[in-house]
T-cell receptor
Framework: DVKVTQSSRYLVKRTGEKVFLECVQD?????MFWYRQDPGLGLRLIYF???????EKGDIPEGYSVSREKKERFSLILESASTNQTSMYLC?????????????FGPGTRLTVL | AQKVTQAQTEISVVEKEDVTLDCVYE???????LFWYKQPPSGELVFLIR??????QNEISGRYSWNFQKSTSSFNFTITASQVVDSAVYFC???????????????FGAGTQVVVTP
């Protein structure tokens, strides 16, 4: 059974803290994605990676960075969390030809920044 | 630039009613893929269907059916005889054929919340 897991379902952090969101997939997928989901805006792509140590900016990369040291793991980093980064964060993975193949999603991390 | 519009924010129905979710897309590509995902209260998006731009056949899977009309750039989704378990947020998404700088990224609509009451 294919699986994408995220390190936390719920997270509460304070403004200015450094935040790490971890995502692991067990499908040997090349592509991994980080989205944030906000009401009325759907899912917006933050960053994606098509290979180890490779990353590409998505539509809203400001205030975020990512790390992919191993194929199965993709981390999203908030260097200095701000209240406007309170959101649901979703990780996904797909095979290399991702234009055709569906993305598989993790359960999401609901982050609250106080 | 690609864009996906789901104009319906929320639809409420009583069990056994049919419900149709609208999806309108914009793209300049001739080759693209359309998807529907379901997000139940648990949060995890679940893939429902994929359709490529060259296949305009409608599809039925159990109580679900999809109507793809290229002429109107629409890919609508109908749930027949709705059940409480259909309560979820449904997202329509568009992926352009992979190019060196697109990597098949998904563009999502805002989602439609479906509420089915007994």
């Amino acid at each position: 059974d294919v699986k994408v897991t995220q390190s936390s379902r719920y997270l509460v952090k304070r403004t200015g803290e450094k935040v790490f969101l971890e995502c692991v997939q067990d499908m040997d997928h090349e592509n991994m994605f980080w989205y944030r989901q906000d009401p009325g805006l759907g899912l917006r792509l933050i960053y994606f990676s098509y290979d180890v140590k490779m990353k590409e900016k998505g539509d809203i990369p400001e205030g975020y960075s990512v790390s992919r040291e191993k194929k199965e793991r993709f981390s999203l980093i908030l260097e200095s969390a701000s209240t406007n980064q309170t959101s649901m964060y979703l990780c996904a993975s797909s095979e290399l030809n991702s234009s055709y193949n569906e993305q598989f999603f993790g359960p999401g991390t609901r982050l609250t920044v106080l | 630039a690609q864009k996906v519009t789901q104009a319906q924010t929320e639809i409420s129905v009583v069990e056994k009613e049919d419900v149709t979710l609208d999806c309108v897309y914009e793209t300049r590509d001739t080759t693209y893929y359309l998807f529907w995902y379901k997000q139940p209260p648990s949060g995890e998006l679940v893939f429902l269907i994929r359709r490529n731009s060259f296949d305009e056949q409608n599809e039925i899977s159990g109580r679900y059916s999809w109507n793809f009309q290229k002429s109107t750039s629409s890919f609508n989704f109908t749930i027949t005889a709705s059940q409480v378990v259909d309560s979820a947020v449904y997202f329509c998404a568009l992926s352009e054929a992979r190019t060196t700088d697109s990597w098949g990224k998904l563009q999502f609509g805002a989602g439609t919340q479906v509420v089915v009451t007994p």
